[in-house]
Nanobody, 113 residues
Framework: QVQLVESGGDLVQAGGSLRLSCAAS????????VAWYRQAPGQQRELVAR???????NYADSVMGRFTISRDNAKNTVYLQMNSLKPEDTAVYYC???????WGQGTQVTVSS
């Protein structure tokens, strides 16, 4: 069974940057779109960014121009570069394929004001 492992979350001040990584245990990323999601306390999980097999990207309006999703198929890894972080970006961040598989543990991002 393919497993997803997110990493790179941390506590950072507003205006700072983080780079999240999502690694898959198999080569599943090579043939599917991959997306980053986030879930803040008491809120539903929301789509943050998505990248297709061909590299086309989509972003939620709230992160447009600040976040960048990228993929390295050779390393079975997808990244989320997050710049100009805001307190409202605080959440647990998850990655998943589209269509989805089992969720990983996520990685906590906390942005202090």
């Amino acid at each position: 069974q393919v497993q997803l492992v997110e990493s790179g979350g941390d506590l950072v001040q507003a205006g700072g940057s983080l780079r999240l990584s999502c690694a898959a245990s198999g080569s599943v990323f090579r043939s599917v779109a991959v997306a980053w999601y986030r879930q803040a306390p008491g809120q539903q999980r929301e789509l943050v960014a998505r990248i297709t097999v061909g590299g086309r990207t989509n972003y939620a309006d709230s992160v447009m121009g600040r976040f960048t999703i990228s993929r390295d198929n050779a390393k079975n890894t997808v990244y989320l570069q997050m710049n100009s972080l805001k307190p409202e970006d605080t959440a647990v961040y998850y990655c998943n394929t589209q269509p989805g598989i089992s969720w990983g543990q996520g990685t906590q991002v906390t942005v202090s004001s």
